[in-house]
């Protein structure tokens, strides 16, 4: 699955240019920058949410799910009945996705109940529940203790490699984000006229790209 080369940005400000990358199928794929660098808008533009300022990403053939931030816990729905919405989640698909997180005991409570990180992990097995060829997962561990993010996002990878959906989620932890992902791409320091790249890095070089992204302060040196 390979992009074209297109720009994003909001209200016509350009805030990434030149964009394009390719993702396995199968492939865990790290996304990771400061607040406010384009995390989210990169992935609203590839969900086909908002039009890219110029070029284009995937063909339309392609299936990408993004699933954001937050979404409402809606009282009187259970978390069986959430899990089912979307018309291509098969109730066995729904259940397999639970377990994996670990989260299908709470499969006949009312959503309402669920704290914060129960509810995130009902959310993020929605997504993999649903036959996507790209499932874009925005901050899929912002409310989970270190425990949980943990053997979340080990759980967000293994889905990647049984299933070969292709997933990119983002993430501010980025040791343990780091350890879970097959490719970092993450954002660079902008240019003379405000615009940054998108650089692509794995290994030791992920390592030093991720932590240099996500500080406002472009001139630390980050040895390898």
Do not use: W, Y
Request: proline share 3%; aromatic share 6%; charged share 25%.
């Amino acid at each position: 699955m390979k992009t074209g080369i297109f720009s994003i940005g909001n209200a016509g400000r350009v805030l990434c240019g030149g964009i394009s990358f390719s993702v396995e199928r199968g492939e865990c794929v790290l996304l990771c920058g400061a607040n406010g660098s384009g995390k989210t808008t990169l992935m609203r533009t590839l969900a086909g949410l908002q039009k890219p300022l110029d070029g284009e990403n995937f063909g339309e053939d392609l299936k990408v799910t993004m699933l954001p931030t937050r979404v409402p816990k809606v009282k009187g729905f259970t978390v069986r009945e959430f899990m089912l919405l979307p018309k291509d989640v098969a109730p066995a698909g729904a259940e397999k996705a639970l377990a994996r997180l670990k989260a299908d005991a709470f499969m006949d409570r009312d959503l309402s109940t669920l704290s914060d990180g129960e509810f995130q992990k009902v959310c993020i097995a929605s997504g993999l529940a649903r036959r996507s060829d790209l499932l874009l997962l925005d901050e899929p561990a912002s409310f989970l203790d270190l425990e949980n993010r943990r053997s979340v996002l080990l759980a967000i990878r293994d889905a990647a490699h049984s299933s070969g959906t292709a997933i990119m989620f983002s993430c501010h932890d980025i040791h343990d984000a780091l350890t879970v992902a097959d490719r970092t791409l993450a954002f660079s320091a902008p240019d003379a006229q405000g615009i940054v790249r998108l650089v692509e890095a794995t290994g030791a070089e992920a390592m030093k790209q991720a932590a240099l992204s996500v500080f406002s302060d472009k001139s630390l040196t980050f040895m390898a």
